[in-house]
């Protein structure tokens, strides 16, 4: 058994997830984690809502309410979002906790004492109408290196370059048009310049294990080819307050949220221990270099978990150019694996809210249950390339291969077992086809295991449906429903006794993607209880200020199944099944669903 770290990607509070979000970060990610738990490894799985930055101003003043208030509303959102998508999280949290705080600022001090965070003079740019801090996000232009015409303040989302907002070429706000103004403003940077050999040596180390998807370990060495000081902190009122006499106590700088957003793995990873009453525990996923660490997340992210947080690892720990010692905290292992997922589009365009052209996991969920969109996600998700999600093929998957491929199989099977038995059946002869199968199925717990291991989970849950197939066709081979003589008795009971050990191991095998539909066809099964875990939301105190409290999501997973072939038991009472999956009609889900996004499909749909 090893530690598994499970880093997934903090969602922003600035409205609830629609499935182009969970598809990056939210579904792979406890995919994942649940084979590694159903492998026998010591899986911690963290994340929370990240609240800070000049977005979240810009939309309280929007929706009339304080910063606070309006990150408060979003966060009780989110969280039941992916709650009732089913992610299990050991903590779900937020940087907003006074934990959250501390640990951001012990990392800022220890980075600045190690050396490696130097204040500099720098252009700000503020919005001439308002007067406010413009975020980089926040500002567009062409980039100065490959003249692409949106590139971002911060970063070319075309040639992956890092840039300046005053080096874009034409900038505007994206918040209302206007060409920003550029002030002189003191600012601390991370000096990746210090850092950037020993990145690179994490990098080569990276790409020698052969694990990362070949777009993401090539985008990360991209960007050590211009390293340069990036800026931590910001002219803004919203955030954390960075820990040095003279900058503590200033009310318009703040730290940068994406110094704090990363460091919420850490500090998710305290409070957990904190909360679970072993506040030490948190060391065993960050200071024991057997550990492994996966973070999960969209494209778009990958210069913040392979360069910036690296970086922050780095620089805490004083293992760049400038030497330095660790802190209080210790040296914090580096991430094995950055794995970002492409993008995905919704009936041929990108998700747009302000257009209304999106799907939110909650509407969608409150619809269908979470078992459509996670297949879907799983089967054809933006896993190594860019994906589209139409609402056709969603109704296709669902109806030919959840309902007449897996639902079909479970309920035949029960419905056999329940008329003729009542009960698991003891086998008696088994035949070289019975033998056939089970070994079909046997087999596929390598195979699936180590694509999820791998992070190919297209490739896994394709073989968990290839058997499925198999299993199908055995149906039609042995004819069960032809055996009705007495003298075929014996067989009969041999025939749906492999039948239902082939339909139990294959639960097993498709409870990561599905964890919900498992817990049904358990209970079909004749099961008890839960067969997989499932997430709780729940309101908890802040562990440092009694005074606020908020949701998390938690659970308890030690039940969580092994991997593994576990034989049924005969006599199991087995009841006549009702159906696993809806089967939904095609022409009245996509009229209506459209009809949601503007009433027409695009052009190239």
């Not at 922050?312 to 292992?333: F, I, M, T, V, W």
């Amino acid at each position: 058994m090893s530690h598994v770290l499970s880093a997934v990607a903090w969602p922003y509070t600035n409205g609830p997830r629609h499935i182009g979000h969970v598809a990056g970060f939210g579904v792979p990610s406890d995919v994942f984690s649940r084979y590694m738990r159903m492998a026998g490894h010591d899986v911690l799985m963290v994340s929370g809502t990240d609240e800070h930055g000049t977005p979240i101003l810009v939309l309280a003043e929007e929706e009339g309410l304080t910063p606070q208030e309006l990150v408060d509303k979003y966060n009780a959102v989110i969280a039941q979002d992916l709650t009732d998508l089913g992610l299990s999280y050991d903590l779900f949290t937020r940087t907003t906790t006074r934990n959250h705080y501390a640990v951001v600022q012990e990392m800022f001090r220890q980075v600045h004492a190690n050396g490696y965070m130097v204040e500099q003079t720098t252009r700000g740019a503020i919005s001439p109408s308002t007067g406010r801090t413009l975020p980089d996000r926040y500002i567009e232009g062409t980039c100065p290196i490959c003249s692409f015409p949106e590139a971002r303040g911060d970063q070319c989302d075309n040639c992956g370059n890092q840039l300046d907002a005053d080096e874009l070429i034409d900038p505007r706000s994206k918040i209302n048009g206007e060409t920003p103004e550029f002030i002189e403003t003191q600012h601390f940077f991370l000096d990746l310049p210090a850092l950037a050999a020993a990145l690179g040596e994490w990098l080569d180390g990276r790409e020698a294990s052969g694990t990362w998807r070949p777009n993401v370990i090539k985008f990360s060495k991209n960007l050590l080819k211009d390293v340069r000081p990036r800026a931590m902190t910001r002219d803004i009122d919203w955030g954390i307050p960075v820990p040095l006499e003279g900058w503590e106590d200033n009310p318009s700088k703040r730290l940068y949220v994406w110094f704090d957003a990363v460091i919420g793995y850490l500090s998710a990873s305290i409070e957990w221990a904190r909360r679970v009453g072993d506040a030490e525990r948190w060391r065993e996923w960050w200071n024991d270099p057997s550990a492994v660490s996966y973070y999960f997340q969209g494209k778009d992210n990958i210069t913040f978990h392979s360069q910036i947080w690296p970086a922050e690892l780095l620089a805490y720990s004083g293992r760049g150019d400038k030497g330095g010692q660790p802190g209080e905290l210790g040296a914090l292992n580096l991430p094995t694996e950055v794995v970002a997922s492409e993008f995905l589009t919704l009936e041929g365009k990108q998700f747009s809210t302000s257009r209304k052209h999106v799907i939110y996991v909650q509407d969608i969920v409150a619809r269908y249950g979470p078992d459509p969109i996670r297949y879907f996600i799983c089967a054809a998700g933006p896993e190594n390339q860019d994906a589209d999600f139409s609402w056709a093929e969603f109704v296709q998957r669902n109806n030919s291969e959840l309902v007449a491929g897996w639902g079909n199989l479970v309920n035949r099977t029960a419905a056999m077992i329940a008329k003729s038995f009542g009960e698991i059946p003891q086998p008696y002869a088994v035949e070289a086809v019975d033998e056939e199968l089970l070994a079909t199925v046997r087999g596929a717990f390598a195979t699936v295991g180590a694509s999820l291991e791998r992070h190919r989970q297209k490739a896994a849950l394709a073989e968990v449906m290839r058997v499925v197939g198999e299993a199908n066709a055995y149906v039609s081979r042995t004819e069960p429903f032809k055996l009705k003589g007495d003298d075929q008795r014996e067989r009969l009971a041999t025939v749906l006794h492999t039948l239902v050990q082939a339909v139990s191991d294959i639960n097993t095998l498709i409870s990561p993607f599905l964890p919900h539909a498992a817990n049904r066809v358990h209970a079909v099964l004749g099961g008890e209880g839960q067969f997989m875990p499932m997430p709780r939301l729940e309101v908890v105190r802040d562990l440092d200020d009694d005074t606020r409290s908020y949701p998390v999501i938690t659970g308890e997973y030690s039940g969580t199944p092994r991997w593994e072939s576990r034989p049924v038991v005969v006599g199991t009472p087995i009841a006549k099944p009702s159906g696993v999956f809806v089967k939904l009609d095609p022409e009245q889900v996509v009229e209506d669903e459209r009809a949601r996004l503007g009433g027409a499909a695009p052009e190239d749909a």
